[in-house]
């Protein structure tokens, strides 16, 4: 089945600071894509959605860029700020699944 | 916001104890999923049920757990002999009918077993 790797698992970006986290996929028929943020003690707050190579900017400051070629689904954090401290997990949807396989997260930290 | 229901937020069993969740998915969503999550990293499907019928789930859910949508707005995740590997946080997700929309998540239920 489907497997994602995500990596940095930790990541310190300086308040104002850009950072991208990058996950890797290995099924090529996988087409929908998440991002996921999840805060201490909380549930998963949907981030981003892709469905297609192409570069979505959405919400405060992410950018999520697509690579079916490389099977590789990034995001990209712009100006960060400390509300942007949380652990974030990219999930991929397969062709015959219906459940997401995630990555195993990144704990992102903003300091001043 | 996508207001999916969780209860109890905390659940401490001992082990061999019976435990049971439940999940109240969002107003007209069609599906239902479950995973588990370990030391706030791994996330693992567990089951996924479309119009309350489940249709996919993991070998260790139909050895040891019970999982049911009695309606379209409820559904409970239970397991029948509580394990101390089954300590962990489990995350009910709920979704439109259209399989490319995506899934929103209740606040989940933190399982303990001692």
């Known amino acids: 089945g489907e497997q994602v790797e995500q990596r940095p698992p930790h990541l310190s970006v300086r308040e104002g600071d850009s950072a991208v986290i990058i996950c890797t996929y290995t099924?090529?028929?996988?087409?929908?894509f998440f991002w996921y943020k999840q805060e201490p003690g909380a549930g998963l707050q949907l981030l981003m959605k892709v469905f297609s190579s192409t570069e979505i900017n959405e919400g405060q400051g992410f950018t999520v860029l697509l690579n079916k070629k490389d099977k590789q689904l990034s995001l990209n954090l712009t100006a960060a700020h400390p509300g942007d401290s949380a652990v974030y997990f990219c999930?991929?949807?397969?062709?015959?699944?219906?459940?997401?396989?995630f990555g195993l997260g990144t704990r992102v930290s903003v300091f001043p | 916001d996508a207001a999916v229901t969780q209860k109890p937020r905390y659940l401490i069993k001992m082990k061999g104890q019976e435990a049971e969740m439940k999940c109240i998915p969002e107003?007209?969503?069609?599906?239902v999923f479950w995973y588990q999550q370990k030391q706030s990293k791994e996330l693992k499907f567990l089951i996924y049920f479309q119009n309350q019928q489940p249709l996919d789930q993991i070998d260790m859910v139909k050895e040891r757990f019970s999982a049911v949508c009695p309606s379209s707005s409820l559904c409970s995740l239970g397991i029948r002999t509580c394990e101390a590997e089954d300590s962990a946080l489990y995350l009910c997700?709920?979704?439109?009918?259209?399989?490319?929309?995506?899934?929103?998540f209740g606040p989940g239920t933190r399982l303990t077993v001692l």
């Open positions: 099924d090529p028929n996988s087409y929908y």
């Open positions: 107003k007209g969503h069609t599906a």
């Open positions: 997700s709920s979704r439109p009918g259209h399989p490319s929309y995506e899934q929103y």
């Open positions: 999930a991929v949807r397969g062709h015959y699944a219906q459940g997401l396989t």
